[in-house]
């Protein structure tokens, strides 16, 4: 597991105080996250739709998020997540924090 999943998964318990319900994790969406309709993506999608809240975690390349986030992100229409509460993270990559 990455430093930013465990990161994420710590965040969504506590804040809730459970471990999280449902976890996507891009990485494993790969090729599919590149063009419409692929069934693995349309799950993630389903499953992000369907959360009460969503955390949001990526590395910083070059001030931004990955380049994997934003073709998972792009899947969504306008204003579609604008009912699911969002928590947003990000840091530094090589960055050596400890939880």
Sequence with gaps: MSRTRAAAE???????GTPPTAVV???????GLLGWGDAAVA???KT???????IVASP???????????????????????ATRREP??????SQATW
Aim: glycine fraction near 12%.
């Design 60 to 82: 910083t390349f070059k001030a931004t998020y990955t380049g994997l986030l934003k073709l998972f992100l792009d899947q969504f229409g306008q204003g579609e997540l604008g």
């Design 89 to 94: 993270t990000s840091w530094p990559s090589g």
């Design 10 to 16: 710590l965040i969504a318990e506590r804040l809730t």
């Design 25 to 31: 994790d891009v990485v494993d969406l790969g090729a």
């Design 43 to 45: 799950e993630a999608k």
């Design 48 to 54: 992000v739709l369907e959360a009460e809240a969503l």
